[in-house]
């Protein structure tokens, strides 16, 4: 314990943050997202940076840039955001999944921007992969040989306990937060947030209302706390 309790807990650590919404082209010109601002990502970019991890964000679109000291790297869609996160896997010890991805996207994105003519047209969408739940397949395939720590968010607006942790479950996270979107303080823009933490064995704690970054703080010390020692 005594080893976990430094000023920098995650000290040699890989963390691997996904931040923002995705953008799915229609055409060359339109676009279909949502509203993340990336705060929630980029503080815990911030919050992992200060105890001492090395950070690589991966972000969609955002509201700002993203916060110095990181290595930042551009997504669009979800299907970029997922080749990105896959192929990094190997070289992570923990991954954050902060990002809102689209779960729908255009079933064709057209070369040329579409004319108007008929009154009403169809946009045909197909489901995107799910990245968590990969990550989780992926760990789960190597057995967890790499001791990799999952964290995925909920974004509920109704029973955000049983859904939180049927995702926990489904996608074998090690942590989930869970955030109630409908709030006042709490969610997509804001620069506080209102979140619950689920473990595998159930509800860790209740966070009050905080600034995102004091969210962020929380998060890593609960994380730094799991982590098998390094080289164990
Ligand atoms: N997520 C993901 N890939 C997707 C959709 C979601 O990696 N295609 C991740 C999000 O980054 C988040 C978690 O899964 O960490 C939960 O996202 P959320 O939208 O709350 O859940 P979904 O499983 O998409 O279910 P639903 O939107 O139907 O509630
Ligand atoms: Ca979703």
Redesign the pocket.
Known sequence: VAMLAGPRPLAGRSVLI?AGGTVERIDPVRYISNDSSGKMGFALAEAARASGADVTLICGRTDSAAPSGVKAIKVNS?VEMYEAVMERLPQTDVVI?????A?YRPKETADHKIKKSAETISLELIR?????QSIGEWKSGNKGSNGLFVV?????TTDVER?AVD?LNR?KCDLMIANDVSREGAGFGSDTNIVSVYDTRGLVENMPQMSKREVANRIMELIAQRLPMKGS
């Open positions: 996904t979800a999944k902060a990002a809102a991805v779960d995107n992969p799910d990245i968590l995925g968010f909920a974004a509920e859904h995702k996608k």
